[in-house]
Nanobody, 125 residues
Framework: QVRLVESGGDSVQTGGSLRLSCAGS????????MAWFRQAPGKEREGVAL???????IYADSVKGRFTISQDNTKTSLYLQMNSLKTEDTAMYYC???????????????????WGQGTQVTVSS
């Protein structure tokens, strides 16, 4: 059973930094895509960053140049380094996974179906 547990959310001031972590278990990492999503109050959930398999990571335009997604060597831990935080980054952040098989590609934010419980990031001015 796929299990994803996020941590690292906090309250920070604009311009600050946070590092989110996601610990995954219960699956073979090589068969899954991993990504970060967020949902702000009153807004739909949006993709923030994802790990592709053959090219560099993909980021939402709103976070390019400020956020960095990475994995550990086992590929079961996912991280999101967030720098130069803005008030509009305030949201619940979720780690997500989807099964694609060993030869699958990970180039879109669609069809993720395994989710963690989320970790809250609040940025104030």
């Amino acid at each position: 059973q796929v299990r994803l547990v996020e941590s690292g959310g906090d309250s920070v001031q604009t311009g600050g930094s946070l590092r989110l972590s996601c610990a995954g278990s219960g699956y073979t990492a090589s068969n899954y895509c991993m990504a970060w999503f967020r949902q702000a109050p009153g807004k739909e959930r949006e993709g923030v960053a994802l790990i592709t398999r053959h090219v560099g990571p993909i980021y939402a335009d709103s976070v390019k140049g400020r956020f960095t997604i990475s994995q550990d060597n086992t590929k079961t831990s996912l991280y999101l380094q967030m720098n130069s935080l803005k008030t509009e980054d305030t949201a619940m952040y979720y780690c997500a996974a989807k099964f694609v098989g060993g030869n699958g590609v990970c180039t879109t934010f669609e069809f993720y179906n395994y989710w963690g419980q989320g970790t809250q990031v609040t940025v104030s001015s």
